[in-house]
């Protein structure tokens, strides 16, 4: 992966340079297939086509290539089109690259381009992603209990993560004051409860072959678009349904998971998704976070690159960069920040939690 | 499928349309997932997170849905990627739904999206897709020896066609004349040489279990988004890598099939994908047409449905209509336009030739 951050670099450049490290370190001069993830690059960036458009920038013109979306999930979308072609035998190898370049932008046009995401008919009431973000965490802080400083608590833990990632897009911790007095964004989520706008791209290499890492399982979960139609605010339906299949097809519980990475686009989303993946019981993810037990060092890391809040959230980008974390610290590369781990989670959020991924990777050791 | 044209529906209502008779047609109430193929929402509708929106409004909103896209034929894309999921064993069904809404803009700002598919760097000279088209159609016409008769002639065919068909953009006849007299859009290339702006929807249904029709090959090809890096201008190496994938795939040659759908978005490329598919020789593809040897009741019926030119071209939707009429023509359900046919291809072109497909259909009668 590149570093996520403010980058000048096109996406394309990003995206060569993810795809580059990617194939090297999987030994693969020519892939036989290319998954392109980027959310919304013809509005980002001006170019479509971006499967030919990134085949053809690395060189690789005459390999078939694919662009898979799924809103802020389409990295790990991706990985689960590529998964499936190998599967299927169709591809023995396939190079799976996503990112987004943003922050070029001013930010009003890039939360509108974003918030294509949400219902038309919310958005017409003048929702946008924070705003939804602050809704559910307040009925989460009613009906839940969670407090600020748990929620601060989150952003914290990944700020201190993201300072050991030479990769992250903010690598300074912060303190639980300066988190708690941050100006609002959206009531009662404050700036520092938000991901940043970041640039950055990452790549994986699926093959056929056995590699250091295998895909042990793959789960997509799903939930209306349309905030206002679901039974429940505080807990993402889409999260559970995909953790479930995830579980089914690795064969493997909770309870063996060493480290995962989370979708913290806003803080509050990494508590609730511990919770609805089953890594922590209802109602424990709060003090787990207070208690360290999430931290590098405790008992079940989450988020060691720094999550979204600290590594950064370049969309597309995301979810494949959650692999990438899991692949050096289930390979002991990920030096600063490394955790003892054989089993890691990803899990990837798309739009306000409509297309939700888990992915289950395990050391071939 | 719905009807194609200009349709005052918003592009989910199309999208409904056409997978609630696809669904209705394959006795199924709700698929294992959904695939989606649109080139480009956000900028024609406003709208994104697609495979999420398209689930929620066809009342599957807990169906995993995920959108794919390769410019102009994401559609045939998007079967990909169901076929690959049922292959692999992910899904036992999928919907694959796709379409396109654009009438409602003006001219050049269809024309601007659907120019983000061209190379950056072409693009800053002024190119558009019908002008790289002009260029490759005088090549065509000076190295291989097209001429404008036998080019219009495929405007001809494809309208009489598209009388006979309901879901036609265009159900009326044009004259020789009328095609060879009409305005200039890029030389040598007359607005009847060049499909419309269409706006609709088609779907199918994939199944692992036996259907009346299956899919016997499946093949993508690919080549420089730049047309400038390219060692032929006047065939589509795109296309050529695509069919002999499908063949492969299918263990069929050209001599085995009965019916063909090419993407003639300009009438050149009827004939160009004629030759690259092999289903006629070298040379041969302007007097076959002339010959009427590609018109229904002709040796191999070419675009029964219309084609891009008459049926029209909601882009997305393009790919996975061929299907359709394929599905149609091998199962006797073309009233009109039916022809004798086992085995049906069909040729997807996405971008300038960039990124390609062919699809071999088999009847299982």
Chains 1, 2 share one sequence.
């Not at 009003?108 to 929702?127: A, K, L």
């Not at 349309?226 to 579980?247: G, H, I, K, N, W």
């Not at 079940?300 to 597309?316: D, E, F, I, Q, T």
Request: hydrophobic share 40%; proline share 5%; glycine share 10%.
């Amino acid at each position: 992966m590149t570093r996520f951050g403010k980058r000048d670099e096109s996406l394309p450049d990003l995206m060569a340079e993810a795809a580059t490290a990617a194939l090297e370190d999987a030994l693969i001069e020519r892939p036989d297939g290319i998954v392109v993830a980027a959310m919304n690059p013809e509005e980002f960036t001006g170019e479509g086509n971006y499967g030919s458009l990134i085949a053809t920038h690395l060189g690789l013109s005459h390999v078939p290539a694919i662009r898979v979306e799924t809103a802020t999930s389409s990295g790990m979308a991706a990985i689960y089109a590529g998964f499936a072609a190998v599967a299927a035998g169709l591809h023995r190898s396939v190079l799976v690259v996503g990112g987004e370049k943003m922050t070029h932008l001013a930010t009003p046009r890039v939360s509108e381009i974003i918030g294509r995401s949400i219902d038309p008919h919310e958005r017409s009431y003048g929702s946008t992603m924070p705003a939804l973000a602050g809704l559910i965490t307040r009925a989460a802080m009613q009906r839940r209990g969670l407090t600020p400083k748990e929620i601060s608590s989150v952003a914290v833990k990944n700020h201190a993560h993201g300072a050991r990632n030479p990769y992250a897009h903010f690598q300074t911790p912060v303190t639980l004051d300066a988190v708690m007095e941050s100006r609002l964004v959206a009531d009662p989520l404050r700036l520092y409860h938000c991901c940043p706008i970041s640039d950055g791209a990452a790549a994986v290499v699926l093959s056929a072959e056995r590699g250091p890492v295998r895909i042990a399982g793959i789960g997509q979960g799903m939930d209306t678009i349309a905030v206002r139609y679901r039974s429940d605010l505080t807990s993402f339906r889409a999260t559970q349904e995909a953790a479930q299949a995830a579980y089914r097809m690795a064969g493997v519980g909770a309870e063996r998971i060493d480290v995962a990475e989370l979708h913290d686009a806003f803080s509050p989303f990494e508590l609730i998704s511990l919770e609805d993946t089953g890594l922590v019981p209802p109602g424990k993810a709060g003090r787990a976070t207070l208690d360290g037990d999430t931290a590098v060092g405790g008992r079940l890391p989450v988020n060691p690159s720094g999550g979204l809040k600290a590594r950064g959230h370049p969309l597309a980008g995301t979810g494949i960069s959650q692999i990438v974390e899991l692949c050096w610290q289930l390979r002991g590369m990920a030096a600063g920040r490394q955790v003892e781990a054989r089993i890691g989670l990803a899990q990837s959020i798309g739009g306000l939690a409509t297309n939700n991924w888990v992915t289950i990777v395990e050391t071939s050791r």
